[in-house]
C-alpha cells in the first residue's frame, strides 16, 4: 500500500492544483491510495489570506467528488484537512469542520503563542536570542496538548520548527525531547498517528519530518503512521516515498495505517 495522506489545492491560496490533479498524479506515481488535506478555514480574526474561507466547502466537497469520480476503479480518494492547533480556539475550528464528512484529520502546529513560526518570509521570530530553544519547547508542549485533546486522527510534521534549519541549543535538547516524547505518548494512547512528512527533505533543514529519533520513539509506542508529501503543487504528490518507507522500516514501524471516516486499519509495509 502506498497512499500520500498529506496534499493541498488552490483552494487555500498558497497552493496549486485541484483534487483532480493530485489524483492523476497519484496514479501517474503508482499510489494505491490518495487523500486531499486542505487547510482548514481558521477561526475568525485570525489571518485568512492563506486559508480556505468557509463558504468554500461546498466546492471542496464537490472537488472530491469529482476526483473520487476520476479515481474510481484505480484508486482510492480519501476526504481530508488540515487544521492548526489554536490553543483556546478549538471549539470553533471543530465547529467549522463539524458537518464535513471527512475520513480524516491532521492537526498541525504553526502558530506559537498567535505568532507563526514557519513563514518563509518573515523568520524575525527566530533571531532574538534563546528564541529557538523557547520555540522548540513552546512547541512541543502544544505538541502534548493537540495529541491529547481528540481534534486529530494525524499530528502533521512532528517537528516542524526544523523547518529553516533552528535547532534547540545542546542544554535545551533533552528538554526538547522529553516533551516530543511525551506528545508521542499520549498520541499512541490516544490512537493519533503521526506522519512521515517528506516536504522536509526539500526544505532547507534537508530532513523528512519528523527526524529519526522521534520516528523510534513512536515505534516504541506503537504509535500509527501515514505517509504525506505535503504536495503544494501536483507533481509533489508521494515525493521520496521509497525513502520514507525505507526509513520507516529501519526505525521500527511494520504497519501503515489507513483512514475511512475516520476509522483506522493497519496494512504491513512490506
Ligand atoms: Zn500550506
Ligand atoms: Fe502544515
Ligand atoms: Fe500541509
Ligand atoms: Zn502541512
Known sequence: MRADYHTHTMLCGHAEG????????????????????????????????????????????????????????RIAVRYGVEIDWFPGRMQETEQLIADEPFDYVIGSVHYINGEVFDNPYDLSIWTPSGAPDRIWIAYMEEMCRLAGSGCANIIGHFDL?????????????????????????IAAENGVCIEINTS???????????????????????????????????????????????LAQSCGFTHLTRFEERRQTRIPLA
Not at 161 to 185: H, Q, S
Open 200 to 246: 522536509g527533505w526539500s526544505r532547507a533543514v534537508k530532513e523528512c519530518y519528523p527526524a529519526e529519533k522521534y520516528l523510534r520513539m513512536g515505534a516504541e509506542f506503537g504509535i500509527g503512521l501515514v505517509l504525506g508529501s505535503d504536495a503544494h503543487t501536483p507533481s509533489q504528490v508521494g515525493a521520496r516515498f521509497d525513502d520514507a518507507v525505507a
Open 161 to 185: 520548527p526544523k523547518k529553516f534549519g533552528y535547532f534547540p541549543t545542546p542544554k535545551a535538547v533533552a528538554e526538547v525531547d522529553e516533551r516530543a516524547r511525551e506528545a508521542l505518548r
Open 18 to 73: 485541484l483534487p483532480v490533479d493530485y489524483v492523476a498524479s497519484a496514479i501517474r506515481h503508482g499510489l494505491s491510495e490518495i487523500g486531499i488535506s486542505d487547510h482548514a478555514p481558521y477561526p475568525e480574526n485570525i489571518d485568512t489570506e492563506v486559508r480556505m474561507a468557509p463558504a468554500q466547502w461546498t466546492h471542496y466537497r464537490q472537488w472530491i467528488a469529482q476526483a473520487r469520480e476520476l479515481g474510481e476503479g
